[in-house]
């Protein structure tokens, strides 16, 4: 239960919180921005759920994405939250944590960009829950972390596969990381559906939620081929069948994740958006929020948010006022 306790206390990153309170100190407040930051890191992220949770009290409503406790909370409530929660900077560490909050926020990022990656090339559209079950994914670790002395990530041969390894860490710890994680988010209260993410992000067959467990699994694998760790390419491809992926799409996703911080295309390039994605960044520089945006242009609010990342991704942009510099320069609108 001390190790249970500890997490509660998990820091944000300063800059995370300096970026959220600045996002809603904005007018029009920067939604997106707020979401985007809140979702790359932990620290703000469970706490953002949990109150949110508290905030609808006892009505039967179980939040499990970020996007849906932005709206229970409100800038108000996001800015309470933001300001209470402890944080560690990289140059005064503090709280008895370490490096942890920054290799664990380093390895959501690439996980969330391969989300973003193999979302684009198939239909899936569920990249609110995904992105939360990825920075929550491997929160079991920071637990085993604090309960066990010695614990070492995959304590297995890095060549074994994700199976192998947990196996490894339940001979080290009596159980391994992902169930450990999905006891935490249950006991937090949030959704059965992110619990099982969670919970199930290695499993081989689930039973439910099979193609966004696959998609999840399909980008940590990703994001440690990145990292440059072993990975199974057998297991990958597998992975990637499923999603209706081919050897070749499979490829582009490994290379890509290599690639990953490399320059966005820039003025003198063809617009890389759709045209419903370049309607959304109009509405967006004219100072509209989700639920504007999307009834002008009659859409649901997660497809208009499912626009938005993939409008920043595709350049290279980390906020709206980012997105919306590089679409006028470039005269996109």
Request: charged letters at 25%.
């Amino acid at each position: 239960m001390a190790a249970f306790d500890a997490i509660d206390l998990f820091p944000c990153l300063q800059a995370s919180r300096d970026r959220v309170l600045g996002a809603l100190g904005a007018s029009p407040v920067e939604q997106a921005t707020v979401i985007a930051v809140v979702e790359s890191d932990v620290g703000l992220a469970m706490r953002m759920l949990r109150e949110a949770r508290r905030v609808v009290g006892r009505t039967p409503v179980l939040v499990g994405t970020i996007p849906e406790a932005a709206e229970i909370l409100g800038p108000d409530g996001m800015r309470a939250v933001a300001e209470v929660t402890p944080t560690v900077d990289f140059f005064a560490r503090s709280g008895g944590w370490g490096a942890e909050p920054f290799d664990y926020r380093r390895h959501v990022a690439a996980v969330q960009a391969a989300i973003h990656r193999v979302v684009q090339r198939t239909s899936i559209d569920a990249l609110d829950r995904l992105m939360a079950g990825a920075v929550l994914h491997d929160i079991g670790k920071l637990v085993l972390q604090r309960a066990h002395a010695g614990y070492v990530d995959h304590p297995v041969p890095d060549q074994g596969t994700p199976e192998q390894r947990l196996v490894g860490e339940r001979r080290a710890t009596g159980i391994d990381h992902a169930l450990v994680g999905g006891v935490l988010v249950r006991r937090w209260g949030l959704s059965g559906s992110l619990a099982r993410l969670v919970e199930c992000h290695h499993v081989e067959d689930p039973n439910r939620d099979a193609e966004e467990l696959t998609v999840l699994r399909l980008a940590d694998m990703l994001a440690h081929f990145g990292s440059g760790d072993a990975v199974s390419p057998p297991r990958m491809a597998a992975l990637a069948r499923r999603l209706g992926l081919d050897r070749g799409q499979l490829r582009d996703l490994l290379y890509e994740q290599h690639t990953a911080t490399a320059a966005a295309p820039r003025d003198a390039t063809p617009n890389p958006l759709s045209p419903r994605e370049t309607e959304v960044l109009a509405c967006l520089a004219e100072g509209l929020v989700y639920k504007q945006i999307a009834g002008r242009l009659d859409l649901a609010t997660s497809t208009v948010r499912t626009h938005l990342h993939n409008i920043y991704f595709k350049l290279g942009a980390v906020d709206r006022a980012q997105a919306v510099l590089i679409a006028v320069r470039s005269g996109w609108i």
